[in-house]
């Protein structure tokens, strides 16, 4: 059982260029969400979704765009990279439907450095 | 609106000796609550919840934690570090309709010392 895959786990990107951070979870979880991890910070929520063609803005969203075609995918694309951007992204899933608030499953992270 | 204070940014204890997170919160519902771990270079790993049910909630790797409603605390305890134990850990707030939107504190990394 795979659970939370997030592709690529390491890139470099430079100032102004574009990339698109992968993320599939195969549980069939109707939430997923994106989270960027700095030091001190905590995780702040970049953006969610509860279902296939619905999102929302979380807590950090400037430069970041997510959409969600298909229940298992939710990708997020950075358009034009900064070097504020440079963090650990992670992505996480957990089901929403029944009284059980639910566990957040996490993949193991995506280290972004914008030079 | 809700938040979450871990008090502590960093603990360091000795191997054998108990451990003591701080966490408190602030929820304008009834909150779900949960500890989360992190090793390092790893995702995050749920220790434990509570939802309501039982105050003493017990996790993984014997790790507790107790709701305590009137100090709005839910502090991570363990009798007994252990090496593999040093990790950060992260308080974390549910609360809200859907309970689906959490609030993470910032962390307190574990130190333990052989």
């Known amino acids: 059982n795979a659970g939370v895959t997030q592709t690529p786990k390491f890139q470099v990107l430079k100032t102004g260029q574009s990339m698109t951070l992968q993320c599939a979870q195969d549980?069939?979880?109707?939430?997923m969400s994106w989270y960027r991890q700095d030091p001190g910070m905590g995780l702040r929520l970049i953006h969610y979704?509860?279902?296939?063609?619905?999102?929302d803005q979380g807590e950090v969203p400037n430069g970041y765009n997510v959409s969600r075609s298909t229940t298992e995918d939710f990708p997020l694309r950075l358009l034009s990279a900064a070097p504020s951007q440079t963090s650990v992204y992670f992505c996480?899933?957990?089901?929403?439907?029944?009284?059980?608030?639910?566990?957040?499953?996490f993949g193991e992270g995506s280290r972004l450095t914008v030079l | 609106a809700q938040s979450v204070t871990q008090l502590d940014s960093h603990v360091s204890v000795s191997e054998g000796t108990p451990v003591l997170l701080r966490c408190n919160y602030s929820?304008?519902?009834?909150?779900?609550l949960f500890w989360y771990v992190q090793h390092p270079n790893k995702g995050l790993q749920l220790l434990l919840k509570?939802?309501?049910?039982?105050?003493l909630v017990k996790g993984i790797n014997g790790f507790e934690a107790e709701f305590k409603k009137s100090e709005t605390s839910f502090h991570l305890t363990k009798p007994s570090a252990h090496m593999s134990d040093a990790a950060e850990y992260f308080c974390?707030?549910?609360?809200?309709?859907?309970?689906?939107?959490?609030?993470f504190g910032k962390g307190t990394k574990l130190s333990v010392i052989p």
């Open positions: 979704s509860v279902g296939a063609g619905i999102t």
């Open positions: 549980m069939n979880h109707e939430y």
């Open positions: 996480a899933s957990r089901s929403i439907s029944g009284r059980d608030t639910g566990e957040l499953f």
């Open positions: 974390v707030v549910a609360s809200g309709a859907g309970s689906y939107q959490l609030t």
């Open positions: 929820s304008s519902y009834s909150p779900s």
């Open positions: 509570y939802t309501s049910a039982a105050t």
